[in-house]
């Protein structure tokens, strides 16, 4: 939905709560299996196998897993294949074992009931905050408040909020906010009007801004944000850094490959000698591997990218006028024969340093 000219109206926490709570006697969702006979343990099955994954996915998982572990007891009693076996193609399964896991603590610590105390609920294995806000109050009926990634959504867009939801400045700011528009009054429809404003109408792609009971007071729609609130995780900036790898050639045609220690990056494979950028290579060699170079020549640098730091790599090209010492000394270096048809296990750099079609030597070292 295009921006709007009108200003934003704010709302009150009253009048928030009213809206919420009038579109969702309308509107939001009552017949979902979970919100029959609700438990905290049919509550906290649910929000659980909901983490990451749809309601539509999640109806059937659930129906199976109550009719073969209809309590807290039965869970408890089975073993982690059974209940993983329940769990099996939902994804994610450190939720299936933790469910199963809490079920043994509740057992144990709290004599077979499902705690009702929030610090309790939270001490348990895969029960975040909202997690157990959600339980007690759909579950119970108690006043807690909630914040998953629909809730957060919801409310950084109505109240404009740029930054990355998951900064634990704004999640604090966040949680200040929903803890202030939950209401004490029917608090379990309102935290369940929140989830499915944000699941049906103020979903991440295409908000239905029109039929939302918050838009009137929805800054990001009349900023014309909608599209670029919540904002992503910001990317880190990589650190840069930089390496010479050195192409030796025999008279033969053979390079000089040495094998990397079994751990760190391109950990067992094999790769090429590397020296600092700024090093004199010819002394370098003659030092480290007891080779005399000849014509050393730069090629053209390229970057490297990994995970978390990028690698600038400076290839040098040079003859050795005799054989190292290393290659009898030490079967970790040898003098490989690219045509020789033997699988060494290159680290990528390599493989495209010893490629004939890459740029070849520009200049003289
Ligand atoms: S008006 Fe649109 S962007 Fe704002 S809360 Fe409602 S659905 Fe989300």
């Given at each position: 939905?295009?921006?709007?000219?009108?200003?934003?109206?704010?709302?009150?926490a009253?009048?928030f709560g009213?809206?919420v709570?009038?579109?969702?006697?309308?509107?939001?969702?009552?017949?979902?299996?979970?919100?029959?006979?609700?438990?905290?343990?049919?509550?906290?099955?649910?929000?659980?196998?909901?983490?990451?994954?749809?309601?539509?996915?999640?109806?059937?998982?659930?129906?199976?897993?109550?009719?073969?572990?209809?309590?807290?007891?039965?869970?408890?009693?089975?073993?982690?294949?059974?209940?993983?076996?329940?769990?099996?193609?939902?994804?994610?399964?450190?939720?299936?074992?933790?469910?199963?896991?809490?079920?043994?603590?509740?057992?144990?610590?709290?004599?077979?009931?499902?705690?009702?105390?929030?610090?309790?609920?939270?001490?348990?294995?895969?029960?975040?905050r909202s997690?157990?806000g959600a339980?007690?109050?759909?579950?119970?009926?108690?006043?807690h408040t909630i914040l998953d990634?629909n809730v957060k959504?919801v409310l950084c867009?109505v109240l404009?909020?740029?930054?990355?939801p998951?900064?634990?400045?704004?999640e604090r700011d966040l949680w200040a906010a929903a803890e202030q528009y939950t209401p004490?009054?029917?608090c379990?429809?309102y935290n369940?009007?929140m989830m499915?404003?944000g699941?049906?109408?103020?979903?991440?792609?295409?908000?239905?801004?029109?039929?939302?009971?918050?838009?009137?007071?929805?800054?990001?729609?009349?900023?014309?944000?909608?599209?670029?609130?919540?904002?992503?995780?910001?990317?880190?900036?990589?650190?840069?850094?930089?390496?010479?790898?050195?192409?030796?050639?025999?008279?033969?045609?053979?390079?000089?490959?040495?094998?990397?220690?079994?751990?760190?990056?391109?950990?067992?494979?094999?790769?090429?000698?590397?020296?600092?950028?700024?090093?004199?290579?010819?002394?370098?060699?003659?030092?480290?591997?007891?080779?005399?170079?000849?014509?050393?020549?730069?090629?053209?640098?390229?970057?490297?990218?990994?995970?978390?730091?990028?690698?600038?790599?400076?290839?040098?090209?040079?003859?050795?006028?005799?054989?190292?010492?290393?290659?009898?000394?030490?079967?970790?270096?040898?003098?490989?024969?690219?045509?020789?048809?033997?699988?060494?296990?290159?680290?990528?750099?390599?493989?495209?340093?010893?490629?004939?079609?890459?740029?070849?030597?520009?200049?003289?070292?």
């Open positions: 939905m295009d921006a709007l000219t009108v200003t934003p109206q704010p709302l009150t009253d009048q009213v809206r709570l009038t579109w969702f006697d309308q509107y939001g969702r009552k017949d979902l299996p979970w919100q029959q006979q609700p438990t905290p343990y049919r509550v906290w099955v649910s929000e659980i196998m909901l983490q990451q994954t749809q309601v539509a996915t999640v109806i059937p998982y659930f129906a199976r897993f109550m009719l073969r572990f209809p309590d807290l007891a039965s869970l408890a009693a089975a073993s982690q294949d059974e209940v993983l076996a329940l769990w099996s193609g939902l994804g994610y399964y450190a939720r299936g074992r933790n469910l199963h896991r809490a079920a043994g603590i509740i057992i144990d610590q709290h004599s077979g009931e499902f705690p009702r105390e929030l610090d309790a609920v939270m001490a348990l294995p895969g029960i975040g997690t157990a339980i007690l109050s759909l579950g119970t009926g108690q006043r990634g959504r867009r404009g909020i740029t930054a990355w998951g900064a634990p400045a704004v004490s009054a029917r379990a429809d369940q009007a499915d404003l699941a049906t109408l103020c979903t991440r792609g295409r908000p239905d801004c029109v039929r939302c009971p918050l838009q009137a007071a929805c800054v990001a729609l009349h900023g014309g944000l909608v599209g670029a609130i919540p904002a992503p995780k910001p990317r880190k900036a990589l650190p840069i850094k930089t390496t010479a790898m050195l192409i030796l050639r025999n008279a033969q045609g053979e390079v000089l490959l040495q094998k990397r220690p079994p751990t760190g990056i391109w950990g067992g494979l094999w790769a090429l000698p590397e020296c600092g950028v700024e090093e004199d290579v010819s002394a370098w060699a003659y030092t480290r591997l007891g080779l005399r170079l000849s014509t050393p020549q730069r090629g053209v640098a390229w970057r490297h990218t990994f995970s978390h730091f990028h690698l600038d790599i400076h290839p040098i090209y040079a003859l050795a006028e005799n054989p190292s010492k290393l290659v009898m000394e030490d079967t970790a270096t040898v003098w490989y024969n690219s045509a020789s048809g033997v699988d060494r296990g290159l680290a990528a750099p390599v493989l495209r340093l010893l490629d004939p079609t890459q740029p070849s030597p520009r200049k003289q070292s």
